[in-house]
């Protein structure tokens, strides 16, 4: 499956963003859908996972309550809507698919999309 995440960019500490991925080239809806993010140096870090229907949804803890993933099955996309960012929030954050458990490896990748949260 290939995904392409679009949507980054500035914003200022409080504000907004919505992240979109579309993915291509497989059935979407037969897989669970996350979105992981990577600070400069430091890990890639998991951030939200919605399952292939879109029935449940995961969080960690740093984003829960200011974070929302959602996904369209028609459309073939998943959404990640960012509301109160903070600066540590900046990263580059990535679009991923498993098939299977939530855990574990996620097998294909986004290009990821820069988040830049000002003070």
């Known amino acids: 499956v290939q995904l392409v995440e679009s949507g980054g960019g500035l914003v200022q500490a409080g504000g907004s963003l919505r992240l979109s991925c579309a993915a291509s080239g497989r059935t979407f809806s037969d897989y669970n859908m996350a979105w992981f993010r990577q600070a400069p140096g430091k890990e890639r870090e998991f951030a939200a996972a919605i399952t292939e229907t879109g029935g449940s949804t995961y969080y960690t803890d740093s984003v829960k309550g200011r974070f929302t993933i959602s996904r369209d099955n028609a459309k073939n996309t998943v959404d990640l809507q960012m509301n109160n960012l903070k600066p540590e929030d900046t990263a580059v954050y990535y679009c991923?698919?498993?098939?299977?458990?939530?855990?574990?490896?996620?097998?294909?990748w986004g290009q990821g999309t820069q988040v830049t949260v000002s003070s």
């Open positions: 991923a698919a498993k098939r299977g458990s939530l855990l574990g490896f996620y097998n294909y």
